[in-house]
């Protein structure tokens, strides 16, 4: 499932606004919000023991100070007290329209703490996203927890203005975004989930409706300030799709086949994990007629900034790599377990006979790496079967779901937990490179993609021991 919404709820407490309805319609009102959390907790968390935590005994303390909480700025900070009891993400509380309306002034100018009003919207999940919405045609990823642009979209509005890599976001219309730290307070975060919201916040400023210009502000080097009314645009190439529940989003898949001394090696690289992804990793793979052997040397997988998607995906892709049946991981609930079972791929998509490929895999991950990104590149770093570049990924495996309250504001909540071939949770334990190679300003700013570039020379030299 994918997980776009990690970690908001611990920083949107303070932006709920107090009401002016009677103190005993607002108590009654306080503890039906309460008990609705409670129960809902009770009855969806995964072990039935709580996690040691004595589940009713929280109930009984934390419900009266819910109902005498004197306004509703009041009652998030309970509600979040009891959810942290069970030492998990993915649980937390977030504001409702009304609050999000009536945290930032109308005039759009910075408001609490120096958000404005598209900020708030952008961290309470009302912004644009990546996965979904039209883009300024640029991607940001923070260095040294500096915004940086880290690729620029061949043929983009960002392209075509000479855009480069490696310059500082300064600015997304009216919001500054060295405002973000203390406007999120994510000095109060861990830091992994700071990361998710930071890179959330600056993606929900980006992104929106196609054809709508977007005011961004650079910095060079030197501090130099230059300002680019870029326009919104969906990649050409990207279709729209959907799965279940999830929302529509625009599915975009790239590949690129590197002539290399020793021997041909594919690239590849998506957005989302959804069902197109399995056949198009086999016709990339194996050509679009899909028979006999592979037709290259060498793979790399770049998931950097992919939050994820459909599970089962993972598994499919992980087929054409391995050469035996294992797990790729287990997600639990309350009732079931469920084994993501990898199956060796025989067959092609069209019915004709395929040999899996053996060559050297290397798979890039970073801190937007959430999800079924992070299930696939774990499964196959523990089963030996890739070497992981990058930089240590979300720590986001929990599915989880939003749900209204009855007070308005909303409950996030995890309903399954996932443990990798090893054993261990990848909740709130990035998966980490073998090879920490983290994009630097030094290199974004020459023209260079670091750990791209140490992970194909990976694979060439693997490549070269192999047919030396």
């Not at 592979?294 to 598994?315: E, H, Q």
Request: glycine share 12%.
């Amino acid at each position: 499932m994918w997980l776009a919404s990690l970690g908001f709820a611990l920083v949107t407490a303070a932006w709920a606004q107090s009401t002016d309805q009677p103190a005993d319609l607002e108590a009654s009102l306080n503890v039906e919000t309460f008990d609705f959390v409670w129960r809902k907790i009770a009855d969806t968390f995964w072990d039935e023991s709580m996690g040691g935590v004595d589940w009713e005994a929280v109930g009984d303390e934390l419900r009266l100070r819910a109902r005498d909480a004197a306004d509703k700025a009041e009652l998030p900070l309970v509600l979040q007290n009891m959810l942290s009891r069970l030492g998990q993400s993915h649980f937390g509380i977030l504001p409702g329209p009304g609050s999000i309306e009536s945290a930032a002034p109308a005039d759009g100018s910075g408001g609490t703490g120096g958000c404005t009003r598209a900020l708030i919207r952008a961290v309470a999940g009302d912004g644009g996203s990546a996965a979904s919405d039209a883009g300024p045609g640029f991607d940001v990823r923070f260095v040294d927890s500096m915004p940086v642009v880290s690729r620029v979209e061949p043929g983009s509005s960002a392209d075509r203005q000479g855009l480069r890599t490696g310059l500082e976001v300064v600015r997304v219309e009216d919001q500054k975004l060295a405002a973000l730290a203390g406007c999120l307070e994510l000095e109060s975060l861990d830091p992994w989930v700071a990361k998710m919201v930071r890179l959330r916040a600056v993606e929900g400023l980006l992104y929106g409706d196609a054809g709508d210009p977007v005011g961004v502000e650079f910095a060079d080097r030197q501090g130099d300030q230059s300002t680019f009314e870029l326009e919104r645009a969906h990649h050409p190439d990207a279709v729209e799709l959907g799965f279940g529940n999830l929302p529509k989003m625009r599915y975009l898949f790239a590949t690129d086949v590197l002539e290399t001394a020793a021997g041909r090696v594919l690239v590849v690289r998506f957005n989302v994990w959804l069902l197109p992804v399995v056949r198009a990793v086999e016709a990339a793979l194996y050509g679009e007629s899909a028979e006999g052997a592979p037709a290259v040397d060498g793979v790399l997988i770049d998931l950097r900034g992919n939050p994820g998607g459909v599970a089962g995906t993972a598994v499919g892709v992980a087929g054409y790599l391995l050469g035996e049946r294992v797990v790729l991981g287990r997600m639990k609930n309350r009732n079931t377990e469920l084994n993501l079972v990898v199956y060796p791929r025989q067959i092609s998509s069209a019915g004709k006979k395929i040999e899996g490929f053996g060559g050297p895999v290397a798979v890039l991950i970073d801190g937007g790496s959430a999800s079924t990104s992070e299930i696939f590149a774990a499964g196959l770093q523990d089963h030996g079967r890739a070497r992981l570049f990058g930089e240590p990924s979300a720590a986001a495996a929990l599915p989880s779901v939003i749900e209204g309250m009855p007070n308005g504001d909303l409950l996030m909540h995890a309903i399954a937990d996932f443990v990798r071939p090893s054993g261990e949770r990848v909740e709130g334990r990035p998966v980490q490179p073998e090879s920490a190679v983290p994009l630097t300003r030094e290199g974004l700013l020459a023209g260079k993609d670091e750990p791209r570039e140490a992970a194909l020379a990976w694979i060439v030299s693997e490549l070269e021991r192999d047919g030396g």
